[in-house]
């Protein structure tokens, strides 16, 4: 779930680096399916819905703005 995943990296509490990156590296994973479209593997809408709410996200934390 993104928004249990969000704020564990939120939390502000020193912890296991890798729990808090893994929505990091999910990214960076779908990003490399993207950056190579003659491999033939494609996203899966879920894939989709989920890079869309990591980019609302990003983009409350960049204006400042909380949902």
Known sequence: D????????????????????????????LRRIVSH???GVHISLEQLSKLEEYESWLNQKISGVEA
């Open 37 to 39: 479209p003659s491999s």
């Open 2 to 29: 993104v928004t249990r995943e969000l704020a564990i990296a939120e939390d502000g509490e020193s912890g296991n680096k890798d729990r808090k990156t893994k929505w990091l590296v999910e990214i960076n994973e």
